[in-house]
């Protein structure tokens, strides 16, 4: 993979744990020459992230909408600086500079890109893995309620089965490399692929 997106928290929520790990999940893109795609930040769980890829000398891409780039503060220091007219331009832009998504503590927002590119994978417009790093089970009230749709009948199992899960970097980013993508759904038309 060359870029990755990572989806999370603007916030830094209270986690020093979650805070850690964003940094060191940078450090190990940049290591690993991965460029970061994510939400242009300097602030929360998105600027440690960024931190760790700068001070390790990786790439970084940052995507803010032009209402948010006081409101969050945004990065000056990035090696590429989008910026959009809106919400949805921005995930659009994130997600065709990427070619995997990385799912961190956050809120909403971050709920809201989690939820829109597994819906977009699941639909097959794209073949791209999804990794949720759940670190100190940030994510397990999440999973079991993914568990419940499943068992209820409102997601098929393997659906579920496509977004990657591990608690730790190394072994997320393996699951990511390994990834085998489901086949596009029967009922689409391939022309709208």
């Known amino acids: 993979m060359k870029n990755i997106a990572v989806f999370c928290g603007s916030s830094l929520g209270n986690d020093s744990g979650i805070i850690r790990e964003a940094y060191k999940l940078g450090q190990t893109l940049a290591e690993k020459n991965i460029g970061l795609v994510y939400g242009a930040a300097r602030i929360g769980i998105m600027g440690k992230v960024a931190e760790g890829v700068i001070y390790h000398s990786g790439e970084t891409i940052g995507v803010i909408p032009n209402f948010l780039k006081t409101k969050e503060v945004a990065h000056t220091n990035l090696t590429e600086f989008i910026v959009t007219d809106n919400m949805h331009d921005r995930k659009v832009i994130m997600y065709d500079r990427s070619d995997g998504f990385i799912i961190m503590a956050g809120g909403f927002g971050t709920m809201d890109e989690f939820f829109e590119i597994t819906t977009w994978g699941q639909l ?25 749709m499943v068992e209820r009948g409102f997601l098929k199992q393997e659906n579920f089965d496509a977004v990657v899960i591990d608690e730790t970097i190394e072994g997320l980013l393996e699951k990511m490399n390994n990834y085998k993508p489901l086949p596009a759904p029967k009922w689409l038309n391939k022309e709208r692929l």
């Open 124 to 148: 097959g417009l794209h073949t791209k893995p999804i990794g949720i790093l759940n670190t100190n089970g940030y994510y397990d009230a999440l999973i079991l309620q993914c568990k419940a």
